[in-house]
């Protein structure tokens, strides 16, 4: 097993992203544990089963990905993105996963039978069969890893303190990672947690166990019994809402159009890979297919043009045609997604890639920015082009009378099967039909550098491409 250079970090990738990843995290430093078979192949790396500083692994949505470990490695880790990759888009979790607070109970919800406990940076849920005395209004809860980024984490209170080779659990008794199939190494471990388990606590054997030593086991749990003893004396004399016990930080990434071109490239330099790597991959399963099948072509020496043109053949049916019916889905820089509902494409330039789409309203509303009434028959007429950071909305009344044009700004416009996708820079411009022009919500993106979500280069971009439309219009 390789050793771990002091003071160095690890990572372990998985998903779509990960060769790209991986280069990444070499080149800075990182070492890279639990590497898949590809993987060990493309750079040259031993098989090593250490438990991982830090994790990175696919969204479900295949956008970008999720990355959870200690907090300096996740800013390391986002700093390393931010520098590399022009519109990455970075969301931290207000809390850490594992992570033990003092809470408040702040309401009780008779409709999901849960209380909603404030723990300082956030407001959790907890099912009310655990809180035993709602009187007290003080509780110590520890946020569970299930739905790691949610607004509203999931708490319990059935504390444990994870290690690296053990996690102390609330249950009295001893366990082994099912991932450790040696009878004779399972007989050990169980043995050596029968020997030091402590009181009031529980331990579980995880997988990096197996190859240590008993002096080193013994080591962490005492560590992990000390913190524990720890959590719980702050928790004696500290007022809610308080942090007792820092968890592992979670960071959401979006790869927008750049970012994915960007990686690319990073993959490029370890194996052969078509333009449009990422994109495709994030189509899903068959066009997925395709890509890996014309990337072997590439391996084998096949002419580059040649593997090209017989993708694109492939995968074109899964591209809209003119008449069909294809989502808008639009990401704020938050993560919220929204569906801007069903629109019909009037027009499709194959060679340009630009898109008319159109959609008929059915509700009454106000047309954000414009404060325009929307009525029922209310029509939208949308120009768009892939790669384009910005898109045109034209609006009509049911017997065809201009009502205002809205211009969005945003990533780099991607097309996929179900319809275009892109993230809102919050930056827009509203054309009255007087003729009247104004720029709104700039200060949002501006403050999307405060948070963290985006960097002052992206702002930057939109800023210049804001001044371009607008030059045009006034």
């Known amino acids: 097993m390789k050793e771990r250079g002091f003071g160095l970090a690890n990572a372990r990738i998985r998903g779509i992203y990960s060769t790209a990843l991986t280069k990444l995290f070499l080149d800075h ?51 390393i993105l931010q520098s590399c990759l022009d519109d990455v888009i970075v969301r931290r979790w207000a809390v850490t996963a594992d992570g033990i607070y003092k809470g408040l109970i702040k309401d009780v919800d008779p409709t999901t039978q849960s209380f909603l406990v404030d723990v300082g940076s956030a407001v959790g849920r907890i099912v009310d069969e655990e809180v035993l005395d709602p009187e007290l209004r003080q509780i110590v809860v520890q946020v ?24 102390l659990t609330p249950e009295r008794q001893v366990k082994v ?23 009031d606590w529980g331990v579980l054997w995880r997988t990096a166990a197996a190859d240590q030593s008993a002096d080193v086991l013994r080591e962490e749990i005492t560590r992990l019994t000390r913190e524990g003893r720890d959590v719980r004396e702050r928790a004696e004399s500290m ?63 096949c002419s580059l043009k040649e593997v ?34 069903e629109a019909l494409v009037e027009a499709f330039d194959r060679n340009q890639l630009s898109l008319r789409l159109s959609r008929v309203f059915e509700r009454e509303g106000v047309y954000d920015g414009l404060g325009t009434p929307k009525e029922p028959g209310d029509r939208a007429v949308t120009e768009a082009k892939v790669g384009d950071w910005h898109f045109k909305t034209q609006y009509f009344s049911r017997d065809g009378r201009y009502k205002g044009t809205y211009i969005n700004f945003n990533t780099p416009i991607e097309l996929y099967p179900r319809g275009i996708r892109y993230v809102d820079l919050e930056v827009d411009v509203c054309v009255w039909p007087n003729g009247t022009v104004r720029r709104l919500d700039e200060e949002k993106l501006k403050n999307a550098v405060g948070e963290g979500l985006v960097t002052e280069k992206l702002v930057r971009i939109a800023k210049e491409k804001l001044r371009e439309v607008t030059t045009t219009l006034c």
């Open 239 to 301: 007022e809610a809402p308080a942090t007792l016990w820092e968890g592992g930080s979670h960071m959401n990434v979006e790869f927008p159009s750049l970012s994915k071109k960007k990686l690319d490239e990073f993959r490029r330099c370890v194996t052969p890979t078509m333009d449009g790597h990422h994109y495709y991959k994030a189509f899903g399963r068959r066009v997925s297919s395709a890509l890996d099948m014309a990337e072997k072509l590439l391996e084998k020496g």
């Open 177 to 199: 990672s099912l991932k450790i199939r040696d009878s004779k190494v399972r007989s050990r471990l169980l043995k050596l947690g029968e020997e030091l388990i402590p009181p």
């Open 29 to 79: 430093g990182f070492d890279i544990v639990q590497p898949s078979i590809t993987t060990r192949e493309r750079f040259g790396l031993k098989d090593c089963d250490e438990s991982p500083d830090l994790d990175v692994y696919d969204r479900r949505d295949r956008q970008g990905v999720q990355a959870f470990g200690r907090a300096e490695l996740i800013n390391t880790f986002c700093s």
């Open 308 to 341: 090209e043109d017989r993708f694109r053949q492939t995968i074109e049916a899964e591209f809209p045609i003119v008449g069909s019916v294809i989502g808008m889905e639009h990401v704020k820089l938050d993560g919220k997604v929204f569906h801007l509902g």
């Open 144 to 167: 569970e890893r299930r739905r790691v980024g949610a607004k509203e984490p999931v708490l319990t209170t059935k504390l444990k303190i994870p290690g690296r080779y053990a996690i």
